[in-house]
């Protein structure tokens, strides 16, 4: 309510009171732990109460006061501190409450064993990333599982944009980027049976708040408060209004896949968002590496490379591509 109020406006105990239906006792408690919990509230006798600023925390109730889906992130599971959100998220998938649970978001303010792709580790500091992952039950054939993950990165890169007014681009098939460099991880996960979905856990790890990487990463990774300082922008990032956004997107761009179960609908405004998209690229594919040049996903998420003798599709399970000059 402190929030929603106008700027600068007070809100009187006894409407607290009343709205809520609780004493003033317990609203007293309430504002006590607010500021507990790092909020700044001004409490003037005879006017009531009044919200001057916010703690950047991912608590259940910051994210969900902010956020305005029907299932992505219903419920929030918070987490101070966990091994990793993914995994998290399997253990409720696998739990008593299993037969449920789509759109359940768990988050974290730090990992103590954040995992990334190919087995590596996914570094995940207190309170500088947005941790989360998110459980989904979908009915569909687990070969489209993995277009899942281009869809979280269209998700992330889009809710990025809206909250921050960044505009980051996206890495074939789902690193987002900025700036030439990496700004979100995403790991997705499944279990299924040969024609039957289980459960996929869509986890990612945006950077915030970092100020700088170690010296083997700083030309690759980057973080959302350094593209914010490279544009001489002043604006504090709230991150659990960056984690609304993107859930409101996913929730939006997930319903669009399901139609067909591809990325039909989605292909165009993926492209557009590409940054390999009409560039030389090389393609580390085992059987060979070989390069030519980018032209854009087709419906099934695969990359099209155009090539002496003609185009080629490349899939993400089998091949990693660079750019001929570094990462992207
Ligand atoms: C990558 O290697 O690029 C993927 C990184 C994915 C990291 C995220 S952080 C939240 C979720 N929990 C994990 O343990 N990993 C993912």
């Not at 919990?37 to 409490?43: D, P, T, V």
């Not at 007014?165 to 279990?191: H, Y």
């Not at 060979?288 to 080629?312: C, P, Q, S, Y």
Request: proline share 3%; glycine share 10%; hydrophobic share 40%.
């Amino acid at each position: 309510m402190l929030r929603q109020s106008e700027t600068g406006a007070f809100i009187s105990g006894q409407e607290l009171c009343g709205q809520l239906g609780v004493s003033r006792t317990a609203v007293w408690k309430s504002i006590r732990q607010l500021k507990e919990a790092g909020y700044q509230i001004e409490a003037v006798q005879n006017k009531g109460y009044r919200l001057l600023s916010v703690p950047d925390i991912l608590s259940k109730s910051e994210i969900e006061s902010r956020l305005h889906t029907q299932w992505a992130g219903r419920p929030i599971c918070y987490f101070d501190e966990i091994d990793s959100t993914n995994t998290e998220a399997k253990r409720v998938a696998e739990g008593a409450a299993g037969a449920q649970g789509h759109g359940t978001v768990i988050v974290a303010e730090e990992q103590n064993a954040g995992r990334g792709r190919r087995g590596r580790d996914w570094s995940s500091p207190r309170g500088e990333g947005i941790f989360f992952s998110i459980l989904l039950r979908p009915d569909m054939n687990p070969a489209n599982a993995s277009m899942l993950t281009l869809v979280k990165a269209l998700a992330v890169a889009k809710g990025i944009s809206k909250s921050t007014g960044l505009e980051p681009a996206i890495k074939w098939p789902n690193d987002v980027v900025i700036n030439g460099r990496k700004i979100v991880g995403i790991l997705t996960e499944m279990s299924a049976q040969i024609d039957y979905v289980n459960h996929i856990v869509v986890g990612s790890g945006i950077n915030v708040h970092q100020k700088n990487f170690p010296k083997e990463l700083a030309a690759k990774a980057t973080s959302l408060d350094m593209e914010m300082s490279r544009l001489g922008k002043e604006d504090r990032i709230y991150r659990a209004a960056v984690l609304a956004a993107v859930l409101e997107e996913f929730e939006k761009y997930y319903r669009t896949f399901m139609q067909t179960q591809d990325l039909s609908m989605l292909r165009e405004e993926y492209n557009a968002l590409l940054v390999n998209c009409g560039r030389e690229v090389r393609v580390l594919d085992p059987l060979g590496e070989f390069g030519g040049k980018a032209l854009g996903i087709n419906e099934r998420g695969e990359l099209l490379i155009h090539r002496e003798g003609g185009t080629v599709k490349v899939s993400s399970g089998e091949v990693s591509v660079r750019g001929i000059y570094g990462y992207v």
